[in-house]
């Protein structure tokens, strides 16, 4: 369980003096939870996920993770960047075992190709990050962040620089990685269609300063049917495609945007 209480971040900066980031944000993330975080550019999101991380210190409030305060980054909290970070003369499957060297564990060497795998890459494990596509590096990095065996995946816009068919591909490839794993997830969007897809929690934040202005459950009837483990990649992706052409998918997408748009007005 993440808990974060009345966090709030200011920055000092030289152009702007202080810029107030986030303002007394509470959140609680229970595990195995997908919590989805959507909002305009500014408004805090990749601060909040920073801190998270622990990578910030927030300026006040407190995090706690399972109990305890944060006191700094933890492989138990593995971050997936928008821009994957592939050492490039390693191959796929040397990058994701670099994951071991971080992480201590190596009892888990095994599962490097189990992971490879799992994210669709199992043909292209001796590749060059330089001969694989924007998508099969991202795949790449989610697979080496797994590998370190955190229970806390934190995303920010992981899949925000690829094209549509793409970025299609790999929400599928998350939820099948969430349903055989099933980490808590904390994923940064500002695409309100992803965050409904994937979160069965959409926290919707506006900026001026950043803050919370909505924390949506997505209804059981609106998420993909994972149950059936071994759901093939070409089978989940029509299931997401069914979705997002759902009345009731198309309504909760369009009250979202016009609570982000209303709180962007009165801003
Ligand atoms: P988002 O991820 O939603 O786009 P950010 O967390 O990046 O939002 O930024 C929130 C606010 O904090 C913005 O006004 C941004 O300009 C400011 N900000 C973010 N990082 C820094 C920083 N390192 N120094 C100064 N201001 C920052």
Same mark, same amino acid.
């Given at each position: ?10 920055? +000092? ?22 919590? /989805? ?5 500014? /408004? ?13 210190? $927030? ?5 706690? @993770? ?5 006191? %700094? ?7 997936? &960047?928008?821009? $994957? ?11 994701? =075992? ?18 490879? *795998?799992?994210?669709?890459? %199992? ?10 596509? %924007? ?7 989610? #697979?080496?962040?797994? #590998? ?16 549509? &068919? ?16 099933? $980490? ?9 269609? +992803? ?5 069965? =929690?959409?926290?919707?934040?506006? #900026? ?10 997505? $209804?059981?009837?609106?998420? @993909?049917?994972?149950?059936?483990? *071994? ?6 992706? +029509? ?18 945007? +016009? ?9």
């Amino acid at each position: 369980m993440i808990t974060l209480e009345r966090v709030s971040q200011y920055y +000092e900066t030289e152009t702007a003096g202080r810029v107030h980031a986030l303002e007394e944000v509470s959140l609680s993330v229970p595990a195995e939870e997908t919590v /989805c975080l959507v909002g305009p550019s500014g /408004c805090g999101k990749s601060t909040l996920l920073r801190i998270l991380a622990g990578f910030l210190k $927030p300026s006040s409030g407190t995090l706690d @993770v399972d109990g305890h305060p944060v006191e %700094g980054a933890d492989p138990e909290r593995g971050v997936v &960047f928008q821009q $994957p970070t592939l050492l490039p003369w390693y191959s796929v499957r040397d990058n994701v =075992r670099l994951a071991y060297r971080y992480s201590g564990d190596i009892s888990q060497k095994e599962s490097a190709d189990e992971l490879i *795998e799992l994210v669709g890459l %199992g043909d292209a494990a001796e590749r060059l990050p330089h001969e694989l596509s %924007g998508g099969m590096q991202q795949r790449t990095q989610i #697979a080496r962040v797994l #590998a370190a065996g955190p229970r806390y995946v934190l995303m920010d816009e992981p899949f925000g620089a690829l094209d549509p &068919f793409t970025r299609e591909q790999l929400q599928a490839e998350l939820l099948r990685v969430w349903a055989k794993k099933r $980490p808590t997830i904390i994923f940064v969007t500002h695409s309100v269609e +992803e965050a409904l897809l994937l979160g069965h =929690r959409v926290i919707v934040m506006a #900026a001026g300063p950043g803050r919370v202005i909505e924390d949506v459950v997505v $209804p059981e009837h609106l998420r @993909v049917d994972l149950e059936d483990g *071994e759901v093939s990649r070409e089978t989940l992706q +029509e299931r997401l495609r069914a979705l997002t052409a759902d009345p009731d998918f198309v309504l909760l997408r369009h009250q979202v945007t +016009e609570s982000i748009n209303r709180a962007h007005a009165t801003a």
